[in-house]
């Protein structure tokens, strides 16, 4: 009998429950807390830890520098700032899977092996948002055995209309990742073409899941935009405000493989694009500038009283002419680039950047 994707999910959904319950959150456990907590997360942008099948020739590929430097050298720049946190996500672009035939309807296809999970976990990241153009490159099975394979490495996954969920400090925090980035060719079979009503539907769908499973702050993942545009599309704000007001407590975008303005709406920070990270799409980058986004949210007796967001310029590449895959701190000249950047991209939005990355509302 052939499965329909739709039920391919609620096997996968059903074993993600059983999972995260057994790591500690209690699914409709009391909202209330004593005291205060503040909790901080990170997140960053486009992870593909691996490499097209046709780069395999190209001497820096991700596959080559991996056999050389292994798995701690990738996130080794990035490591002490994840450390510092509570929860690190990283949009994970790409199939981690040794399973699935290639797709031929395709310009790029991204697999790494199972066990480049590692680069994650060893740099103290704890969850992957994998909701994206990529992540079926080789097929739905490339799919499944991908949230498989980081599942059981310890990370949290978030896919669609499967939410990871997470206890932190006494709060139950959920984690939601979605995409509007199918192209035609790239959606599942039985599901129509990613436009903006479908894509609402999911959004209000897993919000209200989350809040009906007893989360006190979630995080949404959106994986849209267009590639290479430094200003956020319509589609782009329509969704993410959508997001917002339908209950998300912060929206972290990717797509665009490049920076965008942060926005503050109804009381919610949107960093429309993160921009790439550890991203082995590219062996040259032309565009190195990212940032790790770090945002901490206060709550007292169970309940959202603050937050704060400092962004951290990041540069993808420590080699100047090639794409090494080891993403490392601007400093001088480019640290001051990158702030100005976000800093002129987000005034309009309402959002001040001071030079310390600190974000404030106007």
Known sequence: MRLRFKDIYKTILAATIFVTTAFGLPINASAVQPGTVTIR????????????EKQAGIGNCFNNVYAQNGADYFLSGAKPYFAMDDFTI?????????????????DWRFRGKPEYTDILT?????????????????????????ISNVTKAGLLCASEEMIGYRNIKGINVAFIAITSAFRASDAP??????????????????????????????????????????????QQKELAHYAVDCGAD?????????????????????????????????????????IIWQQEFTFTGGVKTGQKVQVIPFLISSDPNLN??????????DY???????????WKYGVAVGTDGVLTVK
């Open 90 to 106: 990283a949009n994970l672009e790409g199939t981690l899977t040794d399973l699935g035939e290639a797709r031929t309807d395709k």
């Open 189 to 234: 079979k039985d599901r129509e073409y990613a436009d903006t009503q479908y894509i609402k539907k999911i959004i209000k769908t897993t919000v209200d899941s989350a809040k009906a499973s007893g989360a006190q702050l979630i995080v949404m993942n959106l994986h849209f935009g267009i590639e290479r545009e430094k200003n956020p599309s319509s």
């Open 122 to 146: 060893h740099a103290s990241v704890e969850g992957v948002a994998f909701s994206n153009n990529h992540c079926r490159d080789y097929g739905p099975e490339s799919y499944t055995d991908t």
């Open 324 to 333: 090494n895959y080891c993403p490392v701190p601007a400093t001088g000249n």
């Open 250 to 290: 912060v929206v972290l975008g990717h797509h665009p493989h490049v920076l965008q303005p942060v926005e503050y709406y109804n009381g919610a920070y949107i960093a429309y694009s993160l921009g790439n990270f550890c991203f082995g799409g590219n062996t040259k980058a032309k565009n190195k500038d990212t």
């Open 41 to 52: 997360i990170s997140a960053v942008g486009d992870c593909t830890l691996g490499n097209d």
């Open 336 to 346: 001051t680039r990158i702030i100005g950047k976000i800093s002129s991209y987000s």
